[in-house]
């Protein structure tokens, strides 16, 4: 009997509810990996609103790279798919460097998109198939000696659904079909941070507080017209609510705690389905790397 090889991680997981500590934790983590940090938060990835987002702060991020945070407009829509087509690039790019990197965020969606990287592809197109399947299998294979020669060497040649469908996937994505199906054999190490929820409750409602004292008013005063996933931020519609003097800032303020409580509770709730290890947050970052670092020697041995 022959055992599936293991593959390598491709990158490691800090997940955990908003506000619960993983920006600080992260980065202590990734200079003990020396490692990179992807950004995995559905707001962090749009220009401005850096308060009402909790981007990592400029010193954070100066002590490490951090990828995938303030690259977008907010006028532009950014789903799981988009997400994960820009972090797996990031991704591949890093393993050629032979770096592992750190994902980190709390964004359930985006973290699956990388966790089952086909779930998120896009549909193939009728057309497409339509004129794949009048193709002699001969073209195909010559098509995908070329542009995905380990797929070509390991796909059953004799198998033309099995062909058409890496030909399909790597035309509507423009990566290689043998880099998705290493990704689904990679297993991948995650801590999920938690708190007691009262002090969870206590840091959210505090935050929310410093955000309106600090900018976020100011910053969704001035925004442009957002997209349907940038306007979908906690913290926007109830802020229009106060500069159209419907509410007033203690109401927008108790708004806001309410509707990121309920998120955070929707955020752990998703993450207990990943399998990652339960982690407090004010654990120590040494502890957090040694378990980084004894999966990558699982595979080392």
């Not at 996937?169 to 990566?175: A, F, K, L, M, Y």
């Amino acid at each position: 009997m022959s055992l599936e090889p293991r593959t390598p991680p491709r990158f490691f997981v800090i997940a955990g509810p908003t506000a619960v500590g993983k920006s600080e934790l992260a980065v202590e983590v990734a200079k003990r990996l020396e490692t990179e940090i992807v950004g995995a938060d559905a707001f962090q990835i749009y220009q401005g609103f850096d308060i009402l987002s909790s981007k990592p702060s400029a010193a954070l991020r100066s002590r490490v790279k951090h990828h995938l945070i303030d690259i977008l407009p907010p006028t532009e829509t950014c789903d799981a798919a988009r997400y994960a087509a820009l972090a797996a690039k990031i991704i591949e790019n890093l393993n050629c460097q032979g770096v592992t990197p750190l994902v980190v965020g709390g964004s359930g969606f985006y973290i699956d998109s990388l966790l089952r990287p086909l779930s998120t592809l896009p549909p193939v197109d009728s057309d497409l198939r339509t004129r794949l399947a009048s193709e002699p299998l001969e073209s195909l294979l010559m098509e995908l000696q070329n542009t995905d020669p380990v797929a070509y060497a390991t796909i059953d040649r004799r198998n033309r659904r099995r062909v058409q469908r890496a030909i399909e996937v790597i035309r509507t994505t423009g990566r290689r079909f043998s880099a998705l199906q290493r990704e689904l054999k990679s297993q991948v190490p995650g801590l999920l941070l938690n708190r007691e929820r009262s002090d969870l409750h206590a840091r959210i409602n505090e935050r929310v507080r410093w955000m309106l004292a600090h900018g976020a008013i100011q910053e969704v005063a001035c925004a442009p017209d957002l997209s349907p996933t940038a306007s979908q931020m906690i913290g926007i519609s109830q802020i229009q609510q106060l500069l159209c003097k419907e509410i007033s800032e203690e109401e927008c303020a108790q708004l806001i705690q309410t509707a990121t409580r309920q998120y955070a509770k929707r955020q752990t709730t998703w993450f207990k389905r990943t399998g990652f290890i339960p982690f407090n947050a004010e654990g120590s970052a040494d502890d957090a790397a040694d378990f980084f670092k004894k999966q990558l020697r699982r595979f080392n041995q």
